[in-house]
């Protein structure tokens, strides 16, 4: 082929001969396991490992000086490496090298076949240290010791005689350094790539930062999943309502909330607004939320409130789910309701005039209160009323607001799952779970059941099944027994009546308050009026049954009034007519008995006639 022609093809596509003495060179460099090893393991002064880049950089440059040595040892590895060229043998080396291709082959070593060659001999005689590039080294130049260490990283921490800064840093090190005798540092990064080191950082992070900044950033959170049904995990929380409204004084007030919330729809289930978190706060939200459930929950999770503890070590917990976890103290992370009640204060909230702004430390300016237009409309901020109605229509919306990962009313979701571990909440097990015990019993008069609780007066009494008249017959058989008693704080209308027994408390009955006519016939209504005659006509059948059940047995024995001649007394505000029909039936039978003839040894009732 003419030279010419020769020359163009090479310039087009290149040396065809270079090509297989490359492609023919490659199959010399092989993997280095103990250099791979060597720059993994390997630790800079400032104690930082080497970057993933240059541990292939340095690992690359082993296994082409790997190569390299068995060609140049080999005359039959010349042959087949380098084509068989008879030119200077590292001149070629030289040129195969740095034809490789740097995306396959990332290798960093020399071009020029006398420092290539001084590179490889360096490389056989001190090893694979010699590719970790001088920079490295320099980066920690002005190295510390121990003592100069221990000394630095006490200054970082101390929380009272704080330093500032780096360069405070820097000019204390070295005042001390002089008296120690320690080496002077010049610059203030030798003390930050020491301080940044992985292995010293988690030292003083938390004395600088806070321990609660020191746990997100350096221990370990768990993969967890949220559950597939409802009434699987409520959570509960008490937290800051950021509203403003007006107290009675006109004065500018929040207040705090204790919510209830299903952790797999995201439903709000129960609330209390008060003025602190206390038990009375969780034991109403609660009941808020069994009630609209009518489901006890498997599993509760709660923080470590001192209103929590006190319901907590009474068993309430415990009665109202399978399980009653607390979270970790100071763990936002643990608590889903935390997360959701701050997208509920954000998306819903915020749209009210009267949003406090979430907490001071949110770093968004959406996150926070437009103070001047509050503070200019403080007239207009709701009442206490006002912002309880503000705050449960706010709800409402977020419970029939489409959830974020079904898209699905977050009410509706919740509605439309069952859980076959939570059974329906019967009315004994409200009663066993809200109502509360009265610690001493409480004795029944003939008025009825009457006690005071925080300084009011309830009294009530026992009525027939199904109807408002008074189960008169029970009350006379009841007076002065004493009954342990349960009610609901909420609603004083009912109570339940137990005996105590050496297996618990044993339910009675259940009483309703007494009701209450007027005394004057001018405030009676007509109920009025038909209920008192009704009760008073019961309390005289009552008294004229007791009555003929108590003479029936004296006439059994002999022993009534009568029979030792002596007149029965008349039962007091019963018509005559009733006691005399009465006296005459008793007359007749002892008329008979007076008249009756003994006939072997038995009476012989004979009429007179």
């Known amino acids: 082929m003419r030279s010419d022609i020769k020359n163009k093809v090479i310039e087009l596509a290149g040396d065809p001969y270079a090509k297989v003495t490359t492609i023919t060179f490659t199959d010399y460099i092989l993997d280095d396991q103990k250099a791979y090893e060597f720059f993994r393991n390997y630790t800079l002064d400032s104690g930082e490992a080497l970057p993933e880049k240059n541990i292939k950089e340095y690992c690359c440059n082993a296994s082409i000086a790997n190569a390299i040595n068995t060609i140049v040892n080999s005359k039959l590895a010349q042959r087949k490496a380098l084509a068989g060229s008879k030119v200077n043998v590292w001149e070629r080396i030289a040129e195969v090298v740095s034809e490789l291709p740097k995306h396959t082959y990332p290798h960093s070593l020399p071009r020029n076949q006398r420092i290539l060659r001084d590179k490889v001999k360096q490389y056989l005689n001190d090893g694979y ?9 320099s980066k920690n130049a002005e190295k510390i010791n121990d003592d100069a260490k221990s000394f630095v990283l006490a200054r970082w921490c101390d929380r009272v005689k704080r330093v500032a800064n780096y360069n405070q840093l820097l000019k204390e090190y070295n005042t001390e350094a002089e008296e120690q005798e320690w080496k002077m540092i010049k610059s203030e990064q030798s003390l930050i790539n020491f301080l940044t080191d992985p292995k010293i950082e988690p030292l003083w992070y938390g004395y600088r930062f806070g321990e609660l900044k020191f746990k997100e950033k350096f221990t370990m959170s768990f993969k967890t999943a949220l559950p597939s049904m409802r009434d699987s995990l409520w959570y509960s ?31 709000f289930l129960g609330y209390h607004i008060s003025e602190k978190e206390d038990y009375e706060a969780g034991y109403q939200a609660f009941k808020m939320a069994i009630q609209l459930s009518e489901h006890r929950p498997y599993q509760i999770s709660l923080d470590n409130g001192a209103g929590n503890k006190k319901l907590h070590s009474g068993g309430f917990f415990d009665k109202i789910s399978h399980l009653a976890i607390k979270t970790q103290p100071y763990n936002g992370k643990s608590k889903t309701i935390e997360s959701a009640f701050g997208r509920f204060q954000t998306q819903f909230l915020a749209q009210l005039p009267n949003y406090s702004g979430q907490n001071i430390t949110s770093k968004k300016v959406s996150s926070h209160a437009n103070m001047e237009f509050v503070l200019a409309n403080t007239e ?48 004994f ?17 003939s008025s009825g059941i009457s006690f005071k609780e925080k300084t009011v007066q309830y009294e009530y009494v026992v009525y027939q099944e199904n109807s408002r008249a008074i189960d008169q017959e029970w009350h006379i058989e009841n007076v002065s027994q004493k009954f342990h008693i349960k009610f609901d704080p909420d609603d004083m209308s009912l109570i339940y009546l137990y005996k105590k027994t050496p297996l618990g408390l044993k339910f009675v009955r259940a009483a309703e308050t007494k009701v209450e006519i007027h005394r004057g016939q001018q405030e009676q209504e007509d109920w009025e009026a038909q209920y008192y005659r009704d009760q008073i006509e019961a309390t005289k059948k009552i008294r004229i049954a007791t009555e003929e059940q108590a003479e029936a047995n004296l006439q059994k024995h002999n022993m009534t009034a009568e029979s030792y001649g002596y007149k029965n007394p008349k039962l007091k505000g019963i018509k005559i007519k009733k006691v005399k029909k009465e006296k005459t039936d008793i007359a007749q039978y002892q008329k008979k008995l007076s008249e009756a003839v003994l006939v072997d040894n038995k009476y012989d009732y004979t009429d007179s006639m």
């Open 380 to 427: 207009m901020l709701p009442t206490f009323a006002q912002l309880k109605a503000q705050y449960e229509q706010k709800r409402t919306e977020w419970n029939q607001a489409p959830h974020p990962k079904t898209g699905l009313p977050r009410i509706e979701m919740y509605f439309d799952s069952e859980n076959p571990d939570c059974p329906k909440v019967t009315p």
């Open 429 to 445: 097990q409200m009663v066993d779970f809200f109502w509360i015990e009265r610690n001493l019993p409480i004795q029944c008069h």
């Open 237 to 267: 929380d008490g937290t800051k309502i950021n509203l403003y409204y007006q107290d009675a004084s006109g004065k500018m007030k929040t207040i705090n909330v204790y919510e209830v919330m299903d952790a797999y729809s995201e439903v």
């Open 129 to 137: 240290g010699v590719f970790i590039h001088k920079a490295f080294g």
